[in-house]
């Protein structure tokens, strides 16, 4: 730190950019390259079903087949809620239950907090009444009864986070909570298993004619208003045989004085400006404007469903595998409180390229030093010096494998932790003084389209290599 009290600039300099170069080994492996390929041929009659997927139909079905971009305002408000998520899981509950991904036949759930029983937490604008949440909200309940199904579990929770209505992040949000009690799960499971056949036969024949009504349809739907969907209104609805099931359900104001103490700790220092996620280390100066001014964040892209549907394709042949070679960690501090994913315990790393050949193992760190600082940022942060990257590149002739893994050793995890420091304390300094300007600059390609160039001063400073990065 310099007399002046502020943190020296920490961009990955070319010097360092040598060094994580020339501090990692990098092994491929066309065994396990194999083996994912295998996985996929294996899997390609079993598209794997979320749950939230069996909650609405139709919106699932043209998600992947024609899948529309939020809206500013819309992405805005995923973000909030995101952020309030990660907060609240923080607060109440350990890293090792969040975020719990469960899967059955072929059915894949993502449980926000899972302890003895499955809990769901929502943003929501009004909280709603136990007694009411059938009527009133019930995919809620459909999720949650999915999630008891899939954990065979018949009691869960529901949590309501009702962010301040004058739109302060800083300011607590409200909390409730709800438990529901649901007399038999067999139902439960025949009534997914019937809707994730439909769904499956609805892709497989791009026709979602035999899917039950939209119940967005005139409500606001993006879907509608962007002309992608042929919904009518006149549907056969969803049957109500989940709902049906719920035996009891019952507003708990203890437990939701519980979550507002643990929030209240967790605030009561006030924010500290630390990263949220491992997107922020990686592009601190880009994360320090998304705080500042919100508001100019630019929509999300379209979808390429090509691209998507490959991602799909490549994470579900890691997930084929046997039970626990994939999992989900906890890092530790300085990193965020982000859950790593990790492969056979190393962190793993799912990227596309669009590269018509693959560099060389000698290559990839000098072509991709981001690759190997975000892995390594992982893998610093589960203390796990053994990483994996797989890439699926997009344009090999038909006759050469696309997906390549690699296995990649980090020498020097003091380095990568010592650089998370350095980065999470310029982030926080940047928050406390209004000045960017001592944060690593962002890599050329997120340069030229990024709608805070003219105040952020990266053009120009880009690490060297860092515009051949694949996004």
Request: with cysteine; charged share 30%; net charge neutral.
């Amino acid at each position: 730190m310099r007399g002046d009290g502020v943190p020296p600039p920490v961009a990955l300099s070319n010097a360092e950019a040598v060094q994580l170069a020339r501090s990692v080994e990098v092994r491929s492996r066309p065994d396990l390259s194999d083996e994912l390929l295998r996985r996929q041929s294996a899997a390609a009659d079993r598209v794997p079903v979320g749950v939230t997927d069996l909650i609405d139909l139709r919106p699932a079905y043209w998600r992947r087949v024609h899948p529309v971009p939020f809206s500013p305002e819309q992405q805005a408000r995923l973000e909030r809620g995101r952020t309030l998520h990660a907060e609240f899981a923080r607060a109440v509950a350990r890293p090792d239950h969040r975020e719990v991904r469960v899967e059955r036949d072929g059915i894949v759930g993502r449980i926000d907090l899972w302890e003895s029983d499955p809990t769901e937490v929502k943003s929501s604008e009004a909280v709603v009444p136990a007694g009411r949440l059938v009527a009133d909200r019930p995919q809620y309940v459909e999720q949650l009864a999915m999630y008891c199904a899939l954990t065979d579990r018949p009691r869960g929770r529901l949590v309501f986070l009702v962010p301040s209505a004058a739109g302060d992040a800083s300011a607590p949000p409200g909390v409730a909570a709800a438990d529901l009690e649901f007399g038999a799960l067999a139902p439960i499971w025949r009534e997914m298993q019937e809707r994730a056949r439909r769904l499956r036969a609805a892709w497989d024949a791009h026709d979602p004619t035999d899917l039950p009504r939209c119940p967005w349809y005139g409500r606001g739907c993006e879907l509608q208003a962007a002309g992608v969907c042929d919904c009518t209104g006149l549907e056969p609805p969803t049957p109500g045989v989940i709902g049906e099931q719920v035996t009891r359900a019952e507003d708990r104001p203890d437990a939701a004085v519980g979550f507002r103490h643990a929030l209240d700790e967790l605030r009561s220092g006030g924010p500290d400006g630390s990263p949220l996620t491992f997107r922020e280390l990686l592009y601190p100066r880009r994360a320090y404007f998304e705080w500042l001014r919100p508001e100019e964040r630019p929509p999300s892209p379209p979808p390429d469903p090509g691209r998507e549907g490959r991602r799909r394709s490549a994470w579900n042949a890691l997930h084929a595998g046997p039970s626990g070679e994939l999992s989900r960690r906890p890092s530790h501090a300085p990193f965020p409180m982000e859950m790593v994913d990790c492969f056979r315990d190393g962190p793993v790393l799912l990227r596309s390229s669009r590269s018509g050949r693959p560099p060389g193992t000698e290559e990839l760190p000098r072509d991709q030093p981001q690759y190997f600082l975000e892995l390594g940022f992982r893998a610093a942060a589960v203390d796990h010096p053994t990483a994996y990257l797989v890439v699926d590149y997009e344009r090999l002739p038909a006759a050469e494998d696309p997906l390549r893994v690699y296995e990649i050793r980090f020498q020097d995890l003091e380095l990568l932790s010592r650089w998370g420091r350095e980065r999470a304390a310029a982030l926080r300094s940047a928050k406390a003084r209004h000045d960017p300007m001592g944060l690593p600059p962002c890599p050329g390609w997120m340069v030229d389209r990024c709608p805070y160039r003219s105040d952020c001063r990266c053009g120009g400073s880009a690490p060297a290599g860092a515009g051949r990065l694949q996004r």
